[in-house]
């Protein structure tokens, strides 16, 4: 006797078979698609650097520094800014640098810039300053003017404020240095970065 509540028997070898082949299916599409994307973002040309020259600014340093623990204190006495912006480096601020270790100096920059036009620009940076253990001994001795900058790593990040309508786009600029030590202190070539 029948009551009409029996089972329904399926064939489940045939199903699971179609349903693992139709997953295993999107999947391949979903990563070829997922690589396809992926391909794609990196060709995105706003994503390549490109630099513009600035200014090249020297700062004059007081010598001989002021040591206190790991921290060298060098007070800026002036200096000069030439290219694009033409001024003076004015002799309020100065390094207050760290030694990471035997032959690398973080530096820890506050600078006031004036314009031709008076403009003030406040500035500040940090960057390293690196060389092998003889190069640095040199430099350390005073002598880093008289070494080649191909044998040390300085480099900087500077940022400027400032509320002068014509050099307000430096307020939201990124800007890198390349350093060299000069007989009066320090020189650098400032690109921003577009």
């Known amino acids: 006797m029948s009551t009409g509540c029996q089972p329904k028997k399926y064939s489940t070898h ?3 078979e179609i349903e ?4 295993m299916k999107k999947i ?3 990563l ?3 690589a396809t994307c ?3 973002t990196f060709n995105v040309s706003a994503q390549e650097i490109t630099a513009e020259p600035i200014f090249v600014m020297t700062a004059d340093l007081a010598r001989p520094p002021v040591l206190a623990g790991t921290k060298v204190i060098y007070v800026v006495t002036g200096g000069t800014l ?3 912006i033409m001024g003076k480096v004015l002799p309020i601020g100065g390094d207050f640098a760290t030694f990471s270790n035997s032959t690398t100096l973080k530096l820890d920059v506050r600078l006031v810039l004036q314009t031709e036009d008076s403009a003030i620009i406040y500035c500040t940076y940090t960057g390293f300053l690196n060389a092998d253990e003889e190069t640095y001994k040199l430099i350390k001795a005073g002598k880093g003017y008289q070494v080649d900058p191909s044998k040390y790593y300085f480099r900087t990040n500077p940022i400027f404020e400032t509320s002068s309508p014509k050099y307000d786009w430096l307020n939201h600029t990124i800007t890198v240095g390349f350093g060299t030590i000069t007989a009066k202190g320090v020189s650098y070539k ?5």
């Open 32 to 34: 070829i698609s997922l």
């Open 14 to 16: 045939f199903n699971f």
């Open 20 to 23: 693992i082949k139709l997953f």
């Open 82 to 84: 030439t290219g694009k």
């Open 38 to 40: 992926a391909a794609a």
């Open 28 to 30: 391949s599409c979903f």
């Open 190 to 194: 400032i690109y921003a970065i577009k």
